[in-house]
C-alpha cells in the first residue's frame, strides 16, 4: 500500500486536483455532478470526458480508413499515426503474438500498402501477397525512404568524393 492511499479521501481529491491544474479545477466546479459524487474515480472519469468527449466510432474509423501518407511526412511518421489512430479509434491494437498476425496488424499492413505515399513501394509490398506481414511492409517502406534520401544525398551537387 503506498502512502497516499492511506491518506483520507478529501486530501487524495485535493492532491489529484492540484496536479490536473486550475482549468481542472474550474471544469469540476462548474459541474453540478461533482456537487453530488466528490470521488477521486468521479474527477477522474468527469475530467476524461471532458479532455476526450464521446467517440463517434463510424467518424474515427473513417479517419484511419481514410489516412494516407502526407506528401512530405516521413514513413515513420504515418506508421505512427497510423497506429495511434487503429488504438484510439475503436480498433484496439494489440501486437501479435509471435508467428500470428492479429486483426489489427493486418489493418494495419493493409493500411500501409493502399496508403503509402510511394508507388513503388506499393508495387513491393503487393507482389509480396500473403507472404506480407506487417513486419515486412514497415520494413521495406522504411529501407526504400532511406534508400531515396542516401541516393539523394550521394548524388546531389557538391557531394563529390
Known sequence: MCRLERETEEYQRALLLHVAGPEAARVMETLARYATDRS???????????????????HNRYRF??????????????????????????????????????????????????????????????????SLSLADAVIICRTAEITTSTTKAITSPGNAV
Open 40 to 58: 477521486c474515480d468521479s474527477i477522474i472519469t468527469i475530467l476524461q470526458q471532458h479532455c476526450i468527449g464521446d467517440r463517434n466510432v463510424i
Open 65 to 130: 480508413n481514410t489516412r494516407a501518407q502526407l506528401p512530405t511526412e516521413t514513413f515513420d511518421n504515418f506508421y505512427t499515426d497510423l497506429r495511434f489512430l487503429s488504438s484510439r479509434y475503436g480498433y484496439n491494437y494489440q501486437p501479435a503474438k509471435e508467428g500470428d498476425a492479429s486483426p489489427a496488424d493486418e489493418m494495419l499492413g493493409d493500411r500501409i500498402v493502399l496508403r503509402v505515399r510511394e508507388d513503388n513501394n506499393r508495387k513491393k509490398l503487393i507482389t509480396m501477397g500473403y
